[in-house]
């Protein structure tokens, strides 16, 4: 039996398309043949072996209308490892088993297999599709997806033309030397990353604003092709569509264009209420759209700039030009790039999230709720290894996808305990753990159709005293109501309810906790699947950081064989059972 939520979406759209056979005749499928496979190439002029598509680096970009169905046929080209790609911020509607996340919708897809991905774009917005295996994403394993409006239908703002940055982190170091050493004991952790990439380039060891950074070595424009600075061309007098989206292993960004103001409309492909900031803090996980006018002296070039925030900053901001036309490309402005707050300024950070209201007529969140889970962020011991853990239990992932194993029954799917819904209030948030023990566990979280459920993400000091990190979490098949944020611990009282906004909270599928404080959120659970919950830093969710949310089972669809036939899966499959 097909989900409630895909038969009404569909109905949405065929009213939205006038009719079926009009409806038929604007939905396409766009299908794409792509290879994952490592090769050598120099995001910041260092060579160095990375994962791509198709020769690519970013892989390539997906452009479509809401609506459409996307099909991709996978190959994995990797010699000695499997690969998934998660379609990140799409929903996947009625197809959960296309989500893309290693041991939980499906099977990791092994050297010289193909598998093929199948599913609808529903909503138009900016979105991004990255590796969800192991820390492939951090090796580069991603680009982005834009889906715009259907055929028909019209954006509620205006703009001249449109503008992409997708923003990374870059490490010298392999993705294996990392997940060794967060594995280690004692653990060794990852560093700073050595550069930024805006669109995949970058420059390392050097400044295209060298001259305004004495002491810094000048970058050259030209050379080599895969770190050649961005150049973002524009006409004067006119407005641009920025879409920025951060797919960033662990930095948090800020994005600032020197003497222009940035009017962000979008919200991970949410409409929001227009507003106006002179810099954006992007975390790893967020997607936006802003509006760029270019009212500046059109006879200068103009600096964008990307800095870290959330950690001390040891990693140069990246460069790019606004190469107002007809000026030569290169030419370098003559006025400094602007400066990114201070990273630990965490008063600027809230100022600019606290002002993301959803746009009138964004349906708005059910007035109460049927359940609230409180998940209690802390970083613990296990066994002489630093790990992140969620009330106390450090996420591990099985060999069997949980998809399969629970459409099926397995008896060993889950274990016997069920996680706890929250953590104990006398717990200290403002100090180290002080039992930093912790254990492993499924953090399986099963859900009932349709009920309306709170999540409160709490903030806690990590390890180090007068340390709590950012964490921007991530929410798969679902989006939700960011409904409000805390500072200290979260108590669930009258003062608490006091902060939460019911009357125009943002929809998104990707929130921040501040440090030392919580963010409350609200999501309906209708899209029957299992689904990821988790940080969205890289290396955190490698050391146990996340929660998975198991919906309605029952009511998913036939789940591809080929999707869940590895681990007991495919054992049941041999003896005839099926998903």
Not at 14 to 31: F, P, S, T
Not at 348 to 359: E, G, L, M, N, Y
């Amino acid at each position: 039996m097909r989900a409630p939520v895909a038969f009404f979406a569909w109905c949405a759209l065929l009213l939205a398309c006038g009719g079926l056979l009009h409806c038929a005749e604007a939905a396409k499928a766009r299908h794409l043949k792509w290879e994952v496979s490592h090769m050598f190439w120099s995001p910041d002029c260092e060579e160095k072996v990375l994962i791509g598509i198709n020769g690519q680096f970013p892989g390539p970009t997906i452009r479509a209308k809401a609506g459409d169905t996307i099909v991709v046929e996978l190959k994995n080209g990797l010699h000695t490892e499997g690969v998934v790609i998660h379609w990140h911020g799409v929903r996947q509607i009625g197809t959960p088993w296309a989500d893309g996340t290693a041991a939980i919708s499906q099977c990791a897809i092994n050297p010289e297999e193909t598998f093929t991905y199948r599913f609808v774009v529903d909503k138009p917005g900016t979105y991004f599709y990255h590796g969800h295996y192991g820390m492939q994403r951090a090796a580069g394993l991603y680009g982005s997806l834009i889906v715009d409006v259907a055929d028909g239908e019209e954006e509620p703002f205006k703009y001249d033309g449109e503008l992409n940055l997708l923003l990374s982190d870059w490490y010298h170091e392999s993705i294996y030397n990392q997940m060794v050493g967060l594995s280690s004991s004692p653990m060794r952790w990852i560093g700073e990353p050595q550069s930024l990439l805006i669109n995949g380039r970058g420059q390392f060891n050097c400044s295209l604003a060298a001259a305004h950074t004495p002491g810094t070595k000048q970058c050259t424009a030209g050379g080599n092709r895969h770190c050649a600075p961005v150049i973002l061309p524009v006409e004067p007098n006119k407005t641009y569509r920025l879409r920025i989206a951060s797919t960033t292993s662990l930095a948090s960004l800020n994005l600032a264009i020197g003497n222009h103001k940035l009017t962000v409309v979008e919200a991970d492909g949410n409409y929001v209420e227009p507003f106006v900031v002179d810099d954006m803090d992007i975390y790893s996980g967020d997607s936006y759209s802003v509006l760029l006018t270019t009212d500046q002296d059109p006879s200068s070039n103009y600096w964008v700039s990307i800095g870290v925030r959330g950690r001390a900053p040891k990693t140069a901001p990246a460069l790019a030009l606004l190469n107002y036309r007809p000026n030569r490309g290169f030419k370098l402005p003559a006025i400094a790039p602007p400066v990114t707050p201070a990273w630990n300024d965490t008063a600027h950070s809230k100022a600019f999230t606290t002002q993301i209201k959803a746009r009138a007529g964004t349906p708005p969140p059910p007035a109460t709720s049927d359940r609230r889970i409180e998940l209690l962020n802390t970083q613990n011991k296990l066994d002489g290894h630093i790990k992140w853990s969620i009330n106390n239990v450090s996420m591990v992932l099985p060999a069997t996808p949980y998809l399969g194993s629970l459409k099926l029954g397995l008896k060993t799917a889950l274990a016997a305990a069920r996680p706890a819904d929250t953590f104990g209030r006398a717990y200290d948030v403002t100090r180290p753990p002080h039992n930093p023990n912790t254990t492993t566990g499924d953090n399986v979280y099963v859900l009932r159709h349709n009920t309306t459920v709170d999540v409160v993400l709490q903030n806690a000091n990590a390890l180090q005293h007068n340390v709590s990190e950012v964490h921007p979490w991530h929410l798969h098949g679902h989006d939700f109501w960011v409904l409000g944020y805390g500072e200290g611990a979260y108590r669930g009282d009258a003062a608490d309810a006091a902060r939460l906004n019911l009357v125009n909270p943002p929809l998104r599928n990707t929130a921040v906790i501040f440090p030392y404080g919580w963010t409350a959120l609200r999501f309906v659970a209708d899209n029957p699947g299992v689904w990821a919950f988790h940080c969205h830093i890289e290396p955190h969710l490698h050391m146990g950081m996340g929660v998975i949310f198991a919906e309605a089972i029952e009511r998913v669809g036939k789940v591809p064989k080929e999707a869940v036939s590895c681990g007991a899966t495919a054992t049941a499959l041999m003896n005839g059972d099926h998903p």
